[in-house]
């Protein structure tokens, strides 16, 4: 217990003015208040034991994986004549290990997610396609499809995440109809290079122009519709 150092009254804690004679209590015999707080400090009870659960998730999935691969391979040097159905099913399996490692969230950014699933595909693409010892189709038709797929769904999502309406998620399907509108027509073309017609929008036109025009009606009622009806929707479908 503390002591007024003028009159000489008691003091209880953490009093910085003396009650009777009004004398400022040095800070060096105050209590801190901090010291013991009037309520126990909050603690989680319910721990977050995501991580352990997708570590279990990819180690079993990666045992069962190679499991199997090993009875591939030996399925694979038994029978005569080999048969490329062997490696085709070793390559998807062992890609099929990356995909998983990248869906549950180890690469904590979308839009390093979508690079890598990218040159995933890509680079299975090539191994399925070097199997007979030449690259025909991984080059021409997988490399320019998967390389502008990727480019325009990273920039759709830098786009939206540097936009102003990162918090409105039905904006969502804007974006991605929009990418998909370019998207489209890139295909198209790079079908009709390998096969030797023209360069010519047909079926993509027709698919890019319902895209845009979805986009434009959803962005539109947006903006169109009272703000008490937003938050109703956002009440309804938790968005």
Known sequence: MAYCCKCGVALDEHVAVCPLCHFEIPDDLIEKKNKELPYPKAINAHVD?????????????AMISFAIVLILLVLNSIITPTHQYFQYAIVGIVASILYLFLFLGYIKRLTYILMCLGLLTWLMCV??????????WSIT????????????????RILYVKGKHTNHFIFIPVYICTGLAILIPLIELTIRFNI??????????????SLVAFSTVVAG???????????????????
């Open 141 to 156: 038709w997988a490399l320019p499809i998967i390389g502008a797929m990727t480019f325009i769904f990273v920039i759709v």
């Open 196 to 209: 030797g017609l023209p360069f010519k929008l047909t079926w993509s036109l027709i698919a890019t122009i």
């Open 127 to 136: 191994f399925l396609d070097s199997l007979d010892n030449q690259l025909v």
């Open 221 to 239: 009622l947006y903006y169109q519709t009272p703000e008490y009806i937003k938050e109703r929707l956002i009440r309804i479908f938790h968005i």
């Open 49 to 61: 034991n995501s991580g352990v659960v997708k570590n279990k998730i990819l180690y079993a999935y």
